[in-house]
């Protein structure tokens, strides 16, 4: 009963329903997002996926910069419900094929799933930002040029 609550809740915002328009998120997720997340106070999509802990930590010496894990520092119920979301996109595209030629079929062909579903996850809070920042609908991807 309460999921058809949010469903119906998630349809009837604007801006719930332009952010159900990326792969991975769903009615639960759009309106988590819109009630708690403050993306229009970012500058840069980083940031805002930064707050959420996406981000993978740091490490600088002697001028060349070392990335690590993914933080986990943040905002921990978006966090999870990106996650969860990247991951059944994941799932999906491992068992039928992500689109040819797409920034998911490469990723899925050189790195681990669990790895790509976190970057997945972070291109999602991206794409969040954006849209949310821009305030216009989500493109379908495109297949990259051989």
Do not use: Y
């Amino acid at each position: 009963m309460l999921d058809k609550e949010i469903a119906r809740r998630a349809r009837e915002d604007e801006v719930a329903g332009r952010l159900m328009t990326i792969p991975g998120i769903g009615p639960l997720t759009a309106t988590t997002i819109t009630a708690g997340a403050p993306a229009e106070t970012f500058a840069k999509g980083r940031d805002f996926a930064a707050w959420l802990g996406l981000v993978p930590s740091q490490a600088a010496t002697g001028g060349k910069q070392k990335l690590g894990a993914i933080s986990r520092m943040g905002e921990r119920t978006l966090w999870r419900l990106l996650i969860i979301g990247s991951s059944a996109v994941v799932l999906q595209a491992s068992k039928r094929g992500a689109l040819a030629g797409s920034w998911l079929e490469g990723m899925l062909a050189r790195k681990p799933r669990m790895l790509v579903t976190a970057a997945l996850a972070n291109e999602m809070a991206l794409i969040v930002w954006a849209l949310l920042a821009k305030q216009e609908d989500c493109r379908a991807p495109v297949a990259a040029e051989a």
